[in-house]
């Protein structure tokens, strides 16, 4: 599950069961506070719905979401966010709804805010033949176990939207002229009240998980037989001295001057608008054999805590191109050996702001290798709000 910690401001609900919604978008503090002055309320299922990317900070997909709400002064406002994929089979439903609500209640307790009540949303497009309609029936069932998770830890769920094939539906609102049958349309991305404040705030939908996890997947192209015959290559002479007490330091050596080396090509690279062409761009300033070094000698742990020192000012960003591309390379029988540079790019992510790609790249490294300690403290670390300059010294010294 990723858990989200920010507080982005909405409200409590009104006697017809809506929020009251004041959204400070931008705001990191758990508790609510310094939040912008510039708010924008939310009264309908509608400007809920429109809300949800601005609260995530991307456009969720095959999602359960969760967002808590904490009372302060008689008005409401957002504070926690938790994100788990809806279970392909009915079976698992009850784990899900009760592993998002435990996960959002336990973790929100833990920064000393409980929510008092919880917005819920089910976000899955049609299956080849299905409409958004059914979509939406199909999961009630799992919106009523969301409900019912919430309501069992006393905190009720006020709004459970469900949002397919461009159109949402409320399950707690029965009058169709608010919520017909049909359901009602999305407005077009980027047009409503919200959206100007957000873009106003300086907040971001950077559009999916799935755009933003391929940034970070090893490679499908038909470079692949030529990277994974440098990495058998590469691995046989490396394997074989790393095992040899005298020539362990030294390939460590060559791994960091290596990879400095790439940082500095890296920074140096002409800027580029657009992601698929800045990745395609970095692909190119990486050698097979470079690339394979440097997946390998990221392997020893000592060697990896001192490239992770390049997480601030002009080292960051093409650190962190660097560490992205590395995990593109990862492919075949090494692809276990991406959690090495999938960690690093969630380090460098999170220790500049970037808590979404921090916490995609982590549960990555994760989901490659779920014993990588590192990885798991700093995903630990990063969902719990921590400070990442206080963190990741204490994070790198236990794993």
Request: glycine residues 10%; negative net charge.
């Amino acid at each position: 599950m990723t858990n989200h910690s920010e507080a982005t401001g909405f409200s409590e609900n009104d006697d017809a069961g809506r929020g009251e919604q004041p959204l400070a978008p931008g705001s990191t503090d758990p508790n609510g506070g310094g939040l912008p002055e510039h708010q924008v309320t939310l009264r309908t299922p509608a400007e809920l719905a429109d809300a949800l990317p601005y609260l995530l900070g991307y456009r969720p997909e095959d999602s359960i979401v969760l967002v808590a709400l904490h009372d302060r002064a008689g008005r409401g406002r957002f504070g926690g966010r938790a994100r788990l994929g809806i279970p392909a089979s009915a079976d698992d439903w009850d784990s899900a709804a009760g592993q998002s609500a435990d996960g959002l209640v336990t973790g929100s307790e833990r920064r000393g805010v409980r929510p008092e009540q919880m917005v819920a949303f089910l976000c899955q497009e049609p299956a080849k033949g299905e409409t958004g309609r059914q979509v939406m029936e199909r999961l009630r069932p799992l919106a009523q176990k969301m409900r019912v998770a919430c309501g069992n830890l006393d905190v009720p769920v006020i709004e459970a939207l469900c949002i397919s094939d461009g159109r949402f539906w409320s399950y707690c609102c029965d009058r169709a002229e608010c919520c017909p049958p049909e359901g009602r349309p999305m407005g077009l991305p980027g047009t409503s009240v919200l959206a100007a404040a957000a873009t106003y705030a300086g907040v971001q939908v950077r559009g999916t998980l799935r755009e933003l996890r391929a940034r970070l997947l090893p490679w499908e192209t038909a470079g692949v037989p030529e990277q994974e015959a440098a990495l058998d290559r590469v691995g046989v002479e490396l394997v074989t001295r790393i095992l040899d007490d005298t020539k362990r330091a030294g390939v460590a050596e060559e791994t960091l001057e290596l990879a400095e080396r790439l940082r500095c090509r890296f920074a140096e690279a002409p800027p580029v608008s657009g992601t698929l062409t800045s990745d395609l761009r970095d692909d190119g300033l990486l050698g097979h054999d470079e690339a394979a070094r440097l997946v390998l000698g990221l392997q020893d742990r000592a060697t990896r805590d001192r490239a992770a020192e390049w997480m601030e000012g002009d080292d960051a960003a093409p650190a962190l191109r660097l560490w992205r591309a590395l995990a593109r390379r990862c492919v075949g029988p090494c692809s276990e050996h991406a959690a090495a540079p999938l960690t690093l790019a969630g380090w460098v992510a999170w220790s500049t702001g970037d808590e979404l790609e921090a916490r995609e790249a982590l549960a990555m490294a994760l989901g490659v290798d779920r014993d990588y300690l590192f990885a798991r403290l700093l995903h630990q670390a990063c969902n719990e709000g921590l400070d990442p300059s206080r963190s990741a010294a204490a994070c790198a010294q236990n794993a």
